[in-house]
């Protein structure tokens, strides 16, 4: 089994990140793929790493970012205080796909929800990617809520 490991992106690893977040049918229509990264992307790197309730992970084997996915740590009142952990910007490169390294991945980011004191996990999927949710419910996910959104721009 390959060695992977996951640790907090740094600064050097935003074109890596870019160029997953691109890399699929939904990404290729709403990223910009440039090299060097929009500066945008940094700006958003920057907000990310100044805020003590986000983390953003990549798995990396051989000093190669293979994956990525963002971790927000929501308070809320609601079920006596409870924390949640919210999964976002879930990627795996195209070539390392199939091999268990999202499933890897996943059981890392959970883990590290309860770390923080999260009493539950969610994330959001699109509506046009159907192998992704099987891949969300295979993990024990579950289809529980509607997701609404308001594009702002």
């Known amino acids: 089994m390959t060695e992977i490991s996951f640790r907090r992106a740094v600064r050097a690893d935003l074109p890596a990140i870019v160029a997953l977040l691109s890399d699929d049918a939904l990404g290729s229509g709403r990223e910009d793929p440039a090299q060097p ?65 999202g499933r890897r991945m996943f059981d890392w ?25 099987r891949f969300y419910e295979n993990l024990g996910f579950q289809a529980s809520h509607e997701g609404l959104k308001l594009a702002l721009t």
């Open 37 to 101: 990264p929009n500066p945008r992307y940094g700006e958003a790197f920057d907000a990310i790493e100044s805020d003590q309730n986000q983390y953003l992970a990549v798995a990396v084997t051989d000093d190669t970012v293979i994956g990525c996915l963002q971790l927000s740590f929501i308070p809320g009142l609601s079920r006596l205080g409870m924390w949640r952990g919210q999964i976002e910007s879930v990627r795996i490169a195209a070539a390392q796909r199939g091999g268990g390294i």
């Open 109 to 133: 980011a959970i883990e590290e929800c309860r770390r923080r004191g999260c009493g539950l996990v969610q994330l959001t999927t699109d509506k046009s990617r159907p192998e992704a949710l």
